[in-house]
Structure formats: structure tokens, C-alpha cells
């Protein structure tokens, strides 16, 4: 059966759109929600324009009160009734009260070679060790933040002149190729690892 798959976002939703380009013909998958904590985040338009549902939940209203957002924000999926939750791109921490229930349906791309450089500024921290090489990881999400399983790895060369926002900028690229590839086998139920490099 088609897997239904919530995306959230909290920015521009470039890996959002990259998941909902994919998500067709012999697709195992398709978008049910975009859901995103900011109103004003681009991405929710991307997807409206596409005809996809989207809810917000703003979390500012909720501030020190983490369990309060991710109750409502459980409370705006309930109705799209998804299988899979993407977490593309989005910048809020989630407790292991939200992330039990999901543990193995949920998703998420990171701007680091896991586990090197979980959590901020991953392109800073790379170029600042001198590092050869950079990337993106696709992981199941767990309560330890950046710390689930590996589903799938981009690994690009760090070039002589690279900038934190060149680099960002070339891992991105390949965030768009690996998200979807990775979604894709996931939602097959296929769990092998996808490694582009
Ligand atoms: C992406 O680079 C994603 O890997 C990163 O935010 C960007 C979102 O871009 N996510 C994280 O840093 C999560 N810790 P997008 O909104 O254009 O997809």
C-alpha cells in the first residue's frame, strides 16, 4: 500500500520540494502534510503551489514548553494520518516522547558526515579541522539528536577555496540526490544503506 508521508520543514523546503518531485508513478510513497513550526517559511508556499495540505504550528507561543508544541504539533497530523514523517530541514528539537511513537518511521537529513558534527554550523566545523572530505547523512530518527541510524551517505571532496557557504552550498546539491533516493527504499521497506559519493 502507498505510504503517506509528512514533511517538516522550517525554511526554504528545498529538500522538501526534492521529496515531493520525487514522490510519483511507481513511487511507494506520497505526501500527505508539510508541516512547519514558522508561518513565513518559504516552503510552505512551494507546497501549497503543488497542492499539498500544510499546517503550522508555531513554536514561539510554546516557548519552554517543548512537550506543549510537539502535542499539537501531533495534534495537526493526527487528520493526515502519515506513515512516515520527513524531517527536512527542520530546526526544532524533539523529545523522546515525540520520537518513541515514530522510532523507525521517521527520517532525517543532516549537513554532516555522521557521526562527525551533529547538532550547528556543520560546514564551519569541517573546514575549521581541515577535513578532506564533507557530505550529508539521511539517519532514522531516536531521541539522541543526530544520533539514529545511518540510512544513507553523499560524500563531496572539501576544495582549496572552499567557504563555509560554498561548501553548504555543494553538500545541498547533494542532499537533493540523496533524500529522495534514500526515501524511496525506505518506503519500500528496504533499509540497505544509499551511498553516493
Ligand atoms: C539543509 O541543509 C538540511 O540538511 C539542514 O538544513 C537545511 C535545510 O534546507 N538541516 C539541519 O541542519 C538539521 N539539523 P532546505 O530547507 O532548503 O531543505
Known amino acids: ?58 513554536h ?10 510537539e502535542h499539537a504539533l501531533s495534534g495537526v497530523l493526527a487528520p493526515h494520518a502519515p506513515d512516515i514523517i520527513c524531517l527536512a530541514g527542520f530546526m526544532r528539537k524533539l523529545t523522546a516522547e515525540f520520537v518513541d511513537p515514530w522510532r523507525d518511521k521517521m527520517l532525517n537529513i543532516h549537513p554532516s558526515l555522521l557521526p562527525k558534527y551533529k547538532g550547528l554550523h556543520t560546514h ?32 563531496i571532496p572539501v576544495l582549496p577555496d572552499d567557504t563555509p557557504d560554498r561548501l553548504a552550498a555543494r553538500v545541498l546539491t547533494q542532499e537533493h540526490l540523496l533524500y529522495p533516493a534514500v526515501l524511496r527504499r525506505f518506503a519500500g521497506g528496504d533499509n540497505r544503506l544509499v551511498m553516493l559519493r
Open 1 to 58: 500500500m502507498t505510504k503517506r508521508v509528512a514533511i517538516f520543514i522550517s525554511g526554504g523546503g528545498s529538500n522538501m520540494l526534492k521529496l515531493l518531485e520525487s514522490m510519483t508513478d511507481d513511487h511507494p510513497a506520497r505526501a500527505c502534510v508539510v508541516v512547519s513550526n514558522d508561518p513565513n517559511a518559504r516552503g510552505l508556499e512551494i507546497a501549497e503551489a503543488r497542492g499539498v495540505p500544510t499546517e503550522v504550528v508555531r
Open 60 to 69: 514561539q507561543p510554546f516557548k519552554g514548553d517543548r512537550r506543549a508544541f
Open 124 to 155: 564551519e566545523r569541517a573546514l575549521a579541522a581541515g577535513d578532506k572530505f564533507h557530505g550529508c547523512t539521511v539517519h532514522k530518527v531516536t531521541p539522541e539528536l543526530d544520533g539514529g541510524p545511518i540510512l544513507g551517505q553523499a560524500k
